[in-house]
């Protein structure tokens, strides 16, 4: 049995950026927080837990004082920096880069949305971090638009700034955008704010997919991106399956009998580690 590994899967750089600040960190001291998990994989999370990086929520983040709290690449609202800064905690800012520059897009659609009576909408999953930070730069007035057909609470004879999550899917939001220019009355603009990172992967994994007979995808049982990449596998491999952990994986799954070249991917947020981890329970079953 042949087993290949997506030469194109694994981290996406921001999340490269931040795991790097964590264990940089982590390396010169034992005393670090991450605000909410640092990637959406639980064995990476547990892997940087066993250097010392302690995961915090909101509430734990206002009993801190006098310490160091990474912000992982998914970004924050303001209010976290305004948490920081009254409780004298130092952060380690790692948001991805692009997710920074749409915070100041989205700032700048709300600012003017202000001046003309109209809506910033956000297309992404209610309550992902990704999404929790958008909104915050609109002191948390946009309007989140999960599906691309789920526009009941947009008021379209008003102005409207669009944008969308970096990881949501371009068909998807191409399809909300076509649906809500067609709604519009009045000033209506969209904006391409997805990562071409991840709009590039799915036709990459694509490709990846048709080139094997099975698939095991592995990703965080949380991760939009994961979910995402795992139906674009589906779509062209009905042999795929998707594992959060080694311990997931059933080497006797009838979807493998028979099966001579099996391929291995993940989500953006797979370590690569994880991936080799996978093939090499399949290669000593083989």
Known sequence: MEVLIDQNAGFCFGVVKAIDAAEQQLASSQSLYCLGDIVHNNAEVQRLANKGLRVIDYQQMEQLHHTRVLIRAHGEPPSTYAIAQRQHIELVDATCPIVLALQKRVREGYLEMQSKGGQVVIFGKQGHAEVIGLNGQTNNTAII?????????????????LFSQTTKSKADYQQLIDLMRELATSDFVAYNTICNRVSNRSNELKAFAQSVEALIFVSGSNSSNGHYLYDVCRSVLPRTIFISSIDELDVDDPLLKGVNRIGISGATSTPRWLMEAVAEKLKAHS
């Open 145 to 161: 638009v999960s599906h691309p057909t789920d526009v009941e609470g947009v008021d379209f004879n008003r102005p409207i700034r």
